[in-house]
């Protein structure tokens, strides 16, 4: 008896396609700003490359911290601060549970894991649903929404609604990129398969298989002899994909990657000149899903161009940054060496550059934005904007402003005519959005700040990280603090603090940094703290925290108050520690 598929319909207010690091940033905060949100992810686990499935540290425009104080903040920073503090191990798996469990503390999302898009419904320019094909289930899960945002990186809704989008690298004349080839071609960037060794106390033998490739020296291998004389993790260079279709080809690419994986290792275990070095070493883990750099890109209303980025971005309508060089890979990829090119080539960026709120919505699908690798670029543009740190700063930016959207019953378009109110909620959700200040309460403006040591008034200047030469925080020791005191006693609803988490430390987890990377919460981050309220003359103790893993920290008060106090009594080890902002409303 032939049995029909089920069908369980969802009706919410924003569905997010992709749980990557940009779809997970989008998804939390569309819902943090009071929005019903399904999350559809066609993996078991999130995180897209950064997952257990690829492993890939995410970078952004701190550039490994060689830009100081540039870290991606908002709720990337949150995932890796909670990281930081239940997975010292680096264990790739229990990073998979960190973004799991955060995402499903959302009482707003609904969560569609091994949920794959593949059809979508439209009326005229309007998407009206998605469908996905869960495959633990067998259930099409088919989701009504009034706003989509597809982080899913190969731009899955794109072909299914008619969206607008490119697949490619320009001409150098269309956009007068310089770093552009002279004729539009269809070639990407490539995708890569890793690999994971382990050492072992006794001699470890590999015997490759027959369908592994061959590399007898050196000079066979992308960056020669030095390029591999590290091997704990695997190298980015083993990439395949630019000459051929970076989405159709996938499964056949993976298949070759596979190959060159286990001859790279046959070579360094067994051809290479520096093979006593690997003797003990064996294999642990091997990538079966290939990392992908590029396939489609949207096209926006605006499209970011490799201009654009080395005169920083200074766009009216900045929502997000980055700062990652423009990092265009090779399209023959590991077969680059054969013609004697280079695997990638680094042109120079400013970090930070911002990117405007117009590379995030559709051009010609009223209800469709996107974040990550498929956001509104050129080829060029996206070489520095497809980086995870980045797609972080792009999924928060189009999630909030899906939820302004929806506040207000408008169009993604529409909030361009609200995009103060964007900017300042993402900086009051802790992003960070170059050259915009985030604006104080005027409670917190008016009131007397004092301190007990040094100048607090940084806490209010509206910039909340360090950027140049100047702090923009106020620095204090274990039992200092700081308060405001109104003109009179009047109702407080909140305070926000904006903590030190070292913005210029290494904290993305990553095996290939390890020598710097930290594996505990900063020294300088505040551990132990309490906020006071002073009433009818009298301080009292309102709130202590104990074991603090958070930069930004918020909580409601409702209390009326003369007078209200920092007190930070415990760090994680450092003599000093930052407060970047401390405001009330």
Same mark, same amino acid.
């Given at each position: 008896?032939?049995?029909?598929?089920?069908?369980?319909?969802?009706?919410?207010?924003?569905?997010?396609?992709?749980?990557?690091?940009?779809?997970?940033?989008?998804?939390?905060?569309?819902?943090?700003?009071?929005?019903?949100?399904?999350?559809?992810?066609?993996?078991?686990?999130?995180?897209?490359?950064?997952?257990?499935?690829?492993?890939?540290?995410?970078?952004?425009?701190?550039?490994?911290?060689?830009?100081?104080?540039?870290?991606?903040?908002?709720?990337?920073?949150?995932?890796?601060?909670?990281?930081?503090?239940?997975?010292?191990?680096?264990?790739?798996?229990?990073?998979?549970?960190?973004?799991?469990?955060?995402?499903?503390?959302?009482?707003?999302?609904?969560?569609?894991?091994?949920?794959?898009?593949?059809?979508?419904?439209?009326?005229?320019?309007?998407?009206?649903?998605?469908?996905?094909?869960?495959?633990?289930?067998?259930?099409?899960?088919?989701?009504?929404?009034?706003?989509?945002?597809?982080?899913?990186?190969?731009?899955?809704?794109?072909?299914?609604?008619?969206?607008?989008?490119?697949?490619?690298?320009?001409?150098?004349?269309?956009?007068?990129?310089?770093?552009?080839?002279?004729?539009?071609?269809?070639?990407?960037?490539?995708?890569?398969?890793?690999?994971?060794?382990?050492?072992?106390?006794?001699?470890?033998?590999?015997?490759?298989?027959?369908?592994?490739?061959?590399?007898?020296?050196?000079?066979?291998?992308?960056?020669?002899?030095?390029?591999?004389?590290?091997?704990?993790?695997?190298?980015?260079?083993?990439?395949?994909?630019?000459?051929?279709?970076?989405?159709?080809?996938?499964?056949?690419?993976?298949?070759?990657?596979?190959?060159?994986?286990?001859?790279?290792?046959?070579?360094?275990?067994?051809?290479?000149?520096?093979?006593?070095?690997?003797?003990?070493?064996?294999?642990?883990?091997?990538?079966?899903?290939?990392?992908?750099?590029?396939?489609?890109?949207?096209?926006?209303?605006?499209?970011?161009?490799?201009?654009?980025?080395?005169?920083?971005?200074?766009?009216?309508?900045?929502?997000?940054?980055?700062?990652?060089?423009?990092?265009?890979?090779?399209?023959?990829?590991?077969?680059?060496?054969?013609?004697?090119?280079?695997?990638?080539?680094?042109?120079?960026?400013?970090?930070?550059?911002?990117?405007?709120?117009?590379?995030? &919505?559709?051009?010609?699908?009223?209800?469709?934005?996107?974040?990550?690798?498929?956001?509104?670029?050129?080829?060029?543009?996206?070489?520095?904007?497809?980086?995870?740190?980045?797609?972080?700063?792009?999924?928060?930016?189009?999630?909030?402003?899906?939820?302004?959207?929806?506040?207000?019953?408008?169009?993604?378009?529409?909030?361009?005519?609200?995009?103060?109110?964007?900017?300042?909620?993402?900086?009051?959700?802790?992003?960070?959005?170059?050259?915009?200040?985030?604006?104080?309460?005027?409670?917190?403006?008016?009131?007397?700040?004092?301190?007990?040591?040094?100048?607090?008034?940084?806490?209010?200047?509206?910039?909340?990280?360090?950027?140049?030469?100047?702090?923009?925080?106020?620095?204090?020791?274990?039992?200092?603090?700081?308060?405001?005191?109104?003109?009179?006693?009047?109702?407080?609803?909140?305070?926000?603090?904006?903590?030190?988490?070292?913005?210029?430390?290494?904290?993305?987890?990553?095996?290939?940094?390890?020598?710097?990377?930290?594996?505990?919460?900063?020294?300088?981050?505040?551990?132990?703290?309490?906020?006071?309220?002073?009433?009818?003359?009298?301080?009292?103790?309102?709130?202590?925290?104990?074991?603090?893993?958070?930069?930004? &920290?918020?909580?409601?008060?409702?209390?009326?108050?003369?007078?209200?106090? &920092?007190?930070?009594?415990?760090?994680?080890?450092?003599?000093?520690?930052?407060?970047?902002?401390?405001?009330?409303?």
């Amino acid at each position: 008896m032939k049995e029909k598929l089920k069908i369980e319909t969802h009706n919410v207010d924003i569905c997010v396609v992709g749980g990557g690091m940009a779809g997970i940033c989008a998804a939390i905060s569309a819902a943090r700003n009071g929005c019903r949100v399904v999350l559809m992810h066609d993996r078991p686990v999130l995180g897209g490359n950064s997952s257990s499935e690829c492993r890939v540290h995410i970078c952004g425009a701190d550039r490994n911290t060689r830009i100081k104080n540039m870290r991606e903040t908002g709720v990337l920073e949150e995932l890796r601060l909670e990281n930081l503090s239940r997975n010292p191990n680096r264990s790739y798996s229990i990073w998979d549970l960190v973004l799991f469990e955060k995402v499903k503390a959302e009482q707003n999302i609904t969560l569609l894991l091994n949920c794959s898009c593949f059809d979508a419904e439209t009326d005229a320019n309007i998407i009206v649903s998605v469908s996905g094909w869960q495959t633990t289930t067998q259930i099409v899960h088919r989701v009504y929404a009034k706003i989509y945002i597809d982080c899913s990186g190969d731009a899955i809704v794109a072909p299914l609604t008619g969206a607008l989008y490119r697949m490619g690298r320009e001409a150098r004349d269309e956009f007068n990129e310089s770093h552009a080839p002279k004729k539009s071609d269809s070639n990407t960037m490539g995708m890569t398969c890793m690999f994971m060794a382990r050492e072992y106390e006794t001699a470890q033998k590999f015997e490759p298989p027959s369908y592994a490739y061959r590399f007898e020296t050196c000079d066979q291998l992308p960056y020669g002899k030095q390029g591999h004389s590290w091997f704990e993790m695997g190298y980015w260079w083993i990439e395949l994909g630019g000459e051929y279709h970076s989405i159709y080809d996938t499964e056949k690419l993976r298949d070759e990657l596979v190959k060159i994986v286990l001859g790279v290792w046959d070579h360094i275990k067994n051809r290479c000149p520096l093979k006593h070095k690997a003797k003990n070493w064996a294999l642990e883990w091997l990538q079966f899903l290939p990392a992908k750099r590029e396939s489609r890109r949207y096209i926006g209303e605006y499209i970011l161009t490799q201009n654009d980025i080395e005169s920083e971005g200074k766009f009216h309508d900045i929502v997000a940054y980055g700062g990652w060089p423009m990092d265009d890979h090779h399209p023959a990829g590991f077969f680059s060496v054969k013609i004697k090119a280079p695997s990638t080539t680094f042109y120079p960026s400013p970090s930070p550059y911002g990117i405007p709120y117009r590379c995030l &919505f559709s051009k010609n699908i009223k209800n469709l934005m996107f974040a990550g690798r498929n956001a509104s670029c050129t080829h060029i543009a996206m070489s520095s904007t497809r980086v995870m740190g980045t797609g972080c700063s792009m999924g928060q930016a189009a999630g909030t402003a899906a939820a302004i959207a929806i506040k207000k019953s408008i169009m993604p378009e529409g909030v361009l005519k609200h995009i103060h109110l964007l900017q300042q909620t993402l900086l009051y959700d802790d992003a960070y959005i170059p050259y915009i200040k985030q604006q104080m309460p005027e409670l917190t403006q008016l009131a007397r700040l004092d301190a007990s040591r040094g100048n607090p008034e940084p806490v209010r200047d509206g910039i909340n990280r360090p950027v140049g030469q100047h702090s923009h925080g106020w620095n204090c020791q274990e039992k200092d603090w700081i308060s405001y005191t109104f003109q009179k006693e009047i109702l407080v609803n909140k305070v926000t603090l904006i903590l030190d988490s070292g913005l210029n430390k290494l904290i993305a987890m990553s095996h290939l940094q390890k020598d710097h990377q930290l594996v505990t919460l900063p020294d300088t981050m505040p551990r132990q703290f309490k906020i006071d309220i002073k009433q009818n003359g009298r301080w009292k103790s309102l709130v202590r925290i104990q074991n603090n893993n958070q930069r930004l &920290f918020r909580c409601e008060i409702k209390q009326k108050a003369s007078d209200i106090r &920092f007190v930070l009594e415990k760090t994680y080890g450092a003599k000093t520690s930052c407060v970047y902002a401390f405001y009330c409303e």
